[in-house]
């Protein structure tokens, strides 16, 4: 039987336990993510197979570097979320409050005879969080799963322990954002809490075999210090390993954070250079244009494995198991042959074509 990620409380209440907010509502009212609703005295999910938009994108773009490298990914979200982070880039979908204006009904099965139709090897949950959509996303996950798609996770894992683990048992992949490493950075700016995240990592790397990898979109005066670095680095060699992929990637102003700068690609550099320097195998800088900081390199003999421009790839040099063509060594990773060759297109669907 499934988790119901909800309960009734003493005085007349549900509370919702998808995550760490623990809303308690009263017939009617909606959680603060806004699409979690007390209807009929049980929680409801009001976007369940309607989303804000679909597009087909590459695998890189979400970011995941060791996932299907050059395969196109079917992008799709829905609205609302459950954090309320002042730099969000995805705002107008993450903080909307206008539920009619989601563009497309799309049931489970119209998602993954769509993304079969179009030649992807996988769903992106992505735009806004699926964790508040968790019905819906292991739904389609399912469907996906009965044509050979596979599943991924773009979230902030922002979750709690049981809901997690039910939604993890249908995701084939994750990346995971880890906004910053100080607890004043999410109470602050994201209204949240650090430690829910990490315990999500940890759950991921210790208790499942879904291939994730790590984003922290650097934000200039906020998280980018080196001490805030270094600790990150230190925290997921020690508790996730040195195999897990970590991506620093740019910022720039949007939502309520206008008033700060676009974040210098030396940032992105210096914070690539420090986490290698802690022994993290495979470390990235994204938006903004660095073919070293996209290329995966051997750990062992530092021969590049795959070389990026942007999300076109260049070179490939890795066997059919994954291995470097030069020495061997073993490169961490969900490879299936070949890569892909979609490129860096991006080419939005309308799912009421294949309704």
Known sequence: MAYIPWHRLDDGRVQCDICPRACRLHEGQRGMCFVRMCQGGEVVLTTYGRSSGFCVDPV?????NHFLPGSS????????????CKFCQNWDISKSREIDTLADSASPEMVARAAGDLGCKSVAFTYN???IFHEYAIDVAQACHQRGIKAVAVTAGYQCAEPRAEFYRYMDAANVDLKAFTEEFYHKICVGHLQSVLETLEYLKHETGVWFEITTLLIPGENDSDAEIHAESQWIL???GPDVPLHFTAFHPDWKMLDKPHTPAATLTRARRI????GLQYVYTGNVHDVEGGTTYCHVCRAP??????YLLKAWNLTDEGRCQECGTP???????????????RMPVRLADYR
């Not at 979200?77 to 459950?82: F, H, S, V």
């Open 129 to 131: 969080d699926p964790v």
């Open 275 to 278: 986490a290698r320097e802690h």
């Open 73 to 84: 990914i079917l992008s799709f979200g829905t609205a609302g979320c459950n954090l309320a």
């Open 331 to 345: 490169c961490a990773g969900v490879f299936e042959g070949p890569p892909g060759d979609w490129g860096p297109r």
């Open 60 to 64: 890189e773009k979400k970011p995941l």
């Open 305 to 310: 494995l795959i070389a990026r421009d942007w």
């Open 238 to 240: 020690e508790h996730l």
